[in-house]
């Protein structure tokens, strides 16, 4: 039988078993890339390749000289795909290979060698490294937030290493959020089906007149994946020959972005972000 749901919040009340709070520090950095165009489609060629990617040579440059294999998934194309997580989004990249483990475990790579455990690839958001110093790779489930606030992700495929440090020997993943004034007033998603729901609002305010800020609260709730009818005996045995695994998950999730600007376009980023499991 399905898992019964129950309000989310009630969840995370009466069964969260882990928090895990990830605060990052205030980063000064020059706002060098330029916003992309929601809609590519009517640009020209010439205009396409004058796209700006910072993820090359960590400065903004245009696509058509950066001396790498780079890909720019924008948010456009991430709204037009209908994912719903990171991973999803990335599944559009050519190079990358991504491969759903369970319900809230996914292993992604570039190259291949893909397993949950990868760590030669090196994912950054807003410049900034989201690997575990567990095993130096990633867990995907914690670092998902809103797609309706990232601005692209840039894919660089190939060595990268020499900038970005020892993880980036197959590749580079920078997903580049929104500005937070770009994201003011409300903003609200809710859907489900028979195997997932999910919610997820932000809120964006002005913090003087230098100032914005965004702040936004997401979660989801998802059953037991069913079984393929091919399935190994000795699996389904292992599960009690059930037609469904084990590994329904529930995640709640807030944070908070605050962009301050200074003096020759310097921006001082303020983040944080506070993440509820249940597995």
Partial sequence: MPKQTSPLLSSILLRTVAVTVAITAI????????TLPDDLVGLSLDALMDISVTTVSKKAEPLSEAAAAVYVLTAEDIRQSGA???????RLVSGVQVSQVDAHTWAVSARGFNSTVSDKL???MDGRSLYTPLFSGVFWDAQNTLLEDIDRIEVVRGPGGALWGANAVNGVINIITKPAAET???YVEVGGGTERRFVGMRAGGKLGTTGHFRAYAMGYDRNNQALAENADPALRSSLGNRDQARDSADMAKIGFRSDILRLKRKIWKISTNTRFYLY
């Fill in 27 to 34: 980063n000064s950095q020059v706002a060098a890339a330029a």
């Fill in 184 to 186: 003011q007033g409300g």
């Fill in 84 to 90: 719903r997580n990171i991973p999803d989004a990335l």
């Fill in 122 to 124: 090196e994912v950054l």
